[in-house]
């Protein structure tokens, strides 16, 4: 699906500092986060790791996406079959031409579910507070809530809301209610992304379905998208450089 700006994804995300070589230990989370990362698994692994890989479907058309991407830089790659989008030096690009992808943004769109799918652990990142707040309810159930803020300066994006709504037993991520400054500053609204069916990595622990809804008061309405993940792996060295530059039919695009 290449017109999937309706998303309505907070890019706060995809503009998070690079991962930090910081050990477990050595960072300073609020304890409530630090159990909801438990929850999900050895995340030390993440901290440690290199790279990642993982294919992706969109339900509604099933056209598949295959991403690379390297962890420390955010370097990514996404190939589909009629696109390629990728982040270099230089910027982001697209081949073979700027109107193989439909979507309104290519820098948006490059790395969006690279952090939907990464969350919580992306959170780990440089700049980023997550604390407790008030419960928030969805659908008539109360969960215990997280705020996820970016310090002044981190990313383009940093007035984002980030709520992370866990799951009354097994306390992994269950909701994600955000705004969207990307296109619109000024943006209050807020969105819902529901995560479901968690699987093993490699002792990490990820969502293979996503789930877009409008949130409208205090409740999921009107489904916008679906996307499935599949071969996710964890690596502990990066992909060569290589693999991210534009190609020769290529275009740098915003």
Known sequence: MKNLLFLGFACCFMLLLSCSENSKETLQLNPEFEKLLNAHGDWEKWINAKAMSFSMIHETTLTQENYFVNLESRKIRLDESTFSIGKDDTGTWVSPRREAFGGRSVDFYHNLYFYFYAIPYVLTDPGVRVLPVENKTVNGTSYKTLHATMNQGVGESSNDQFYLLLHPE????EYLLYSVTYFDENSQTLNA????????ADGLVF????????????????MKYQVSFADVLILDEPFEDSIFEKPENGVYAD
């Open 170 to 173: 097994t306390g992994r991520l």
């Open 193 to 200: 992304l529901k995560y479901a069916d968690y699987r093993d």
């Open 207 to 222: 969502p293979r379905t996503l789930t877009g809804y409008v949130y409208e008061n205090d409740s999921t309405k009107n």
